[in-house]
């Protein structure tokens, strides 16, 4: 590996800036840094920081896609700036965002209180069916059982689908992607019964229904998750609750 | 102390959204492809209109379709509905629950392409039947 200090290589990172007390809207600054190839846009932007401006305000943590901190707008498209390689921009320049349709709170930070908000409505953990005690055992559940929601499981609440949804920018009060196949990833889950209570939340106003399949949210989720997959498969499980009421009263709508 | 609240919450403006992305432009063009399948149900309407109206109403009708404004105009119709039919096959996967044949989960690309097999079966099949019935 080249040493930083070594490198010829040079790369511009125009970074949208928004200081809260001095500036009324975001404007772009541009900084000039040495990189390597194996450098991503975190490391980048950790190089300003820590080199160039320690004023760059930005979310991280894991370094390698796990923590869904680092999510922000690259050249354009929603992405984990700490699996976005430099390198891939080179040469030229890359342009840094916040994330797409969230308030900026400063420079690369978002406000995501409405998300954390949504995230406890639809109580995210198995709500057992009927109550069991530890002397019982645990849970048991097939592989096909599992099959139906893991790759639900696997969302990492990086947000990066919420900023690929125009509905969501058009209507914050979307219940959006990514909580929906939260929802979804505990309401088909074997072990749990608490779909009743979460489907209130898929047939509101703001639920299922305002999603008017883009479908750009699957493409940019990090981890594969395909978050309209989940929505749209509510939309047929929120009709059927709909229709089936009268001969089988359950759920409700908020 | 009464200080004030320093937080100052910047939302940007959503004008234009859909100019931003490839991926949206292309989502507009094809929801916009459902404009010309109306426009084709407007035509058949017209037609059964014409039909009502008697034998002369009906005939100014066929001769109107004859025109080579009307027949550029149905190869523009043709070309739109096509890809109308394809856009709508390749987000289907995204829409359906897991399918499983055989104990394993049916890929994206069967289920599109079975979508697209269906459809182009059953057009290939109206247009024998309409055929016969017109010799």
Redesign the interface.
Known sequence: MADIAETRKRIEIEVLRYRPEQDTEPFLQTYELPFTDDMSVLQGLQYIKDELDGSLSFRWSCRMAICGSCGMMIDGKPRLSCKTFLRDYYPGRVRVEALAHFPIERDLVIVIDDFIDKLESIKPYIIPKTPRTLAEGEYLQTPAERDVYEQFSSCINCLLCYAACPQYGLNPEFVGPGIMALLHRYNVDSRDGGAAQRMEVVNAEEGVFNCTAVGYCSEVCPKHVDPANAVNQNKTLSAKDYFLRFVRPKGDCR | MNAQN???????P?VG??R??P??VE?MVH?ATALFVAAYAAVLLVGLLRLAQGEAAWNGFLDALRTPLSIGFHVVLLVAIAYHCWTWFV?M??????ILVGGR?LTPAAITGGGLAVAALASLALFGIVWGMAR
Do not use: G, S
């Open positions: 320093p937080r100052r919450p910047y939302l940007r959503m959204w859909w931003r992305n991926f949206f989502y929801e987000i996967p995204k829409t359906l629950p897991p989960r």
